[in-house]
């Protein structure tokens, strides 16, 4: 049983375009961070929300932490090439030891 | 800059042969994690450390993997006898004074 499910699984657009990524669950974490994966490399960390209804905003990347905290989404706007890769969230269930479930994903591409 | 490394970056083996996965976590990092990534399962926390003894290996199967870390600038993932249903990128990550894990380049195994 997967935890955090994300949506869409893959995505293609083009440069210019907006789009939203989601992360849900049925369970509250006490934070989740979002990752960027580019083949070849480990996931780089993004950024880490902790408070339910937080969002931050990292350039044109906007990303929200559910009022229940049991969700979250990215938001990139006017998305670019250097955007491609495998997006992941990752919740912390809150057992003081800020180990972290990864999502299922979201490949996106983003054509020039 | 300060990096975690992984060696191999590639490994091909035959069903039955030992493999071992080798990682230097960043220097002064007291956490170190070891996840298997494919395109079904995601990514899976196998095993963590911090201080260098095993505080969750339950994402592991206990049979034919093993997880070591002999000092502190080394952690091992060993798998004995190796299976194809074993073929997957593994990562290991570090983690110091914040909840960010920095991932290595991962080792992508192949058991034939």
């Known amino acids: 049983t997967q935890l955090l499910e994300q949506s869409p699984q893959f995505l293609s657009i083009q440069e210019g375009e907006n789009l939203t990524v989601y992360c849900n669950s049925s369970?509250?974490?006490?934070?989740l961070q979002w990752y960027r994966q580019e083949p070849g490399e480990g996931p780089v960390l993004l950024v880490t929300v902790v408070t339910g209804g937080e969002v931050k905003k990292l350039k044109r990347l906007t990303f929200q932490f559910g009022d229940a905290r049991k969700d979250s989404s990215l938001h990139i706007t006017a998305a670019q090439p250097g955007d491609t890769g495998l997006y992941l969230c990752?919740?912390?269930?809150?057992?003081?030891?800020?180990?972290?479930?990864f999502g299922t994903g979201t490949r996106l591409k983003v054509l020039a | 800059d300060a990096r975690v490394t992984q060696t191999p970056r590639h490994k091909v083996t035959e069903m039955g042969q030992e493999v071992t996965m080798r990682c230097q976590p960043i220097?002064?990092?007291?956490?170190v994690f070891w996840y298997r990534q494919t395109m079904m399962q995601g990514l899976e926390l196998l095993a963590y450390?911090?201080?260098?003894?095993?505080?969750?290996d339950s994402g592991m199967p206990k049979d034919r993997f093993s997880a070591e870390m002999p000092d502190a600038t080394l952690a091992t993932l060993k798998i004995q006898p190796s299976e194809p249903r074993d073929s997957a990128v593994y990562f290991c990550?570090?983690?110091?004074?914040?909840?960010?894990?920095?991932f290595g380049p991962g080792t992508r195994l192949t058991v034939l």
């Open positions: 369970s509250v974490f006490s934070s």
């Open positions: 990550a570090s983690r110091g004074g914040s909840n960010e894990q920095f």
């Open positions: 450390f911090r201080n260098r003894a095993p505080l969750d």
């Open positions: 220097l002064g990092h007291n956490t």
């Open positions: 990752a919740g912390d269930r809150g057992s003081g030891t800020y180990k972290y479930i």
